[in-house]
Nanobody, 124 residues
Framework: QVQLVESGGGLVQTGGSLRLSCAASGRTFSMYSMAWFRQAPGKEREFVSAVSSSGGRTQYADSVKGRFTISRDNTKNTVSLQMNSLKPEDTAVYHC?????????????????WGQGTQVTVSS
């Protein structure tokens, strides 16, 4: 098990940028693949991006491809999501998630460690 704490959310105008960070506890962070999901009001939680345990492979939802970049630092037990060219439809609570394993997956059910989330609001 790992404990996850997100930070970096906020209010930004359309076209702006934000960088989310997720800090993980524990000494086995490098054994976990990591992901970001988001949940807008009244909608289901959806996959945003994932990174493999080594950081060598990444995966993105079509809606954020080319605008968001996921990265991780296994020496600092952190995973980040750089979000550029933000749109109002990116407004949501963003959650960091972890699963014990090497590869990435967009399946929400595969992740059993979740952070509380950080609010991202993009104004038009």
């Amino acid at each position: 098990q790992v404990q996850l704490v997100e930070s970096g959310g906020g209010l930004v105008q359309t076209g702006g940028s934000l960088r989310l960070s997720c800090a993980a506890s524990g000494r086995t962070f490098s054994m976990y693949s990591m992901a970001w999901f988001r949940q807008a009001p009244g909608k289901e939680r959806e996959f945003v991006s994932a990174v493999s345990s080594s950081g060598g492979r990444t995966q993105y939802a079509d809606s954020v491809k080319g605008r968001f970049t996921i990265s991780r630092d296994n020496t600092k037990n952190t995973v980040s999501l750089q979000m550029n060219s933000l749109k109002p439809e990116d407004t949501a609570v963003y959650h960091c998630a972890a699963r014990l394993g090497v590869t990435t997956t967009p399946s929400l059910l595969a992740y059993n460690n979740w952070g509380q989330g950080t609010q991202v609001t993009v104004s038009s």
